[in-house]
T-cell receptor
Framework: AQSVSQHNHHVILSEAASLELGCNYSYGGTVNLFWYVQYPGQHLQLLLKYFSGDPLVKGIKGFEAEFIKSKFSFNLRKPSVQWSDTAEYFCAVKPRGSQGNLIFGKGTKLSVKP | DVKVTQSSRYLVKRTGEKVFLECVQDMDHENMFWYRQDPGLGLRLIYFSYDVKMKEKGDIPEGYSVSREKKERFSLILESASTNQTSMYLC????????????FGPGTRLTVT
């Protein structure tokens, strides 16, 4: 069965620190990959997505993610976090071209200390 | 902008009550989804619908049913609410075809007492 693993449940950083959130998936075929973010009290919104092409994708608010096919990974990065990045981050995977559903990881809560 | 709206942000119901959660999207999306979100468990799919009057069970359908009589509206029904259904419920929609992003509503925090 397909699954998504997010390595960290809760990450605490100081402002200006660099961020990397891990995401690995298990699926043998071609996939679409997503990172969603949920700010406190707000709805889930798309941070970035990878469908094809350049494996390094840039999203909103300075986030980027790199798809490494050989490692089944899609890690999220940001060079310098801000207090406003405090949120929960979800990685999601979907087999490409299918009617299938998004498979979500369990989420990583990021707390940024001012 | 895609809008997915949910009828209530907060809802408190008693055990045994029948509960309706409504979701409406305004972008003519064929696919609609209901998830529940619990701390440490992420998002789990309850039911989804590819088109009007069509529904498919997700990963955790027990205790829930759904209704999709119109394309823009997808309802989640708790036939007899129980305390273990206290959760955040998220609705989402997506264009047919597969390679499109999914848009989420603001969520309904349901408490069953």
């Amino acid at each position: 069965a397909q699954s998504v693993s997010q390595h960290n449940h809760h990450v605490i950083l100081s402002e200006a620190a660099s961020l990397e959130l891990g995401c690995n998936y298990s699926y043998g075929g071609t996939v679409n990959l997503f990172w969603y973010v949920q700010y406190p009290g707000q709805h889930l919104q798309l941070l970035l997505k990878y469908f094809s092409g350049d494996p390094l994708v840039k999203g909103i608010k300075g986030f980027e993610a790199e798809f490494i096919k050989s490692k089944f990974s899609f890690n999220l990065r940001k060079p310098s976090v801000q207090w406003s990045d405090t949120a929960e981050y979800f990685c999601a995977v979907k087999p490409r071209g299918s009617q299938g559903n998004l498979i979500f990881g369990k989420g990583t809560k990021l707390s940024v200390k001012p | 902008d895609v809008k997915v709206t949910q009828s209530s942000r907060y809802l408190v119901k008693r055990t045994g009550e029948k509960v309706f959660l409504e979701c409406v999207q305004d972008m003519d999306h064929e696919n609609m989804f209901w998830y529940r979100q619990d701390p440490g468990l992420g998002l789990r799919l309850i039911y989804f619908s590819y088109d009007v009057k069509m529904k498919e069970k997700g990963d955790i359908p027990e205790g829930y049913s759904v209704s999709r009589e119109k394309k823009e509206r997808f309802s989640l029904i708790l036939e007899s609410a129980s305390t273990n259904q206290t959760s955040m419920y998220l609705c989402a929609s997506r264009r047919q075809g597969g390679d499109y992003e999914q848009y989420f509503g603001p969520g309904t925090r349901l408490t069953v007492t």
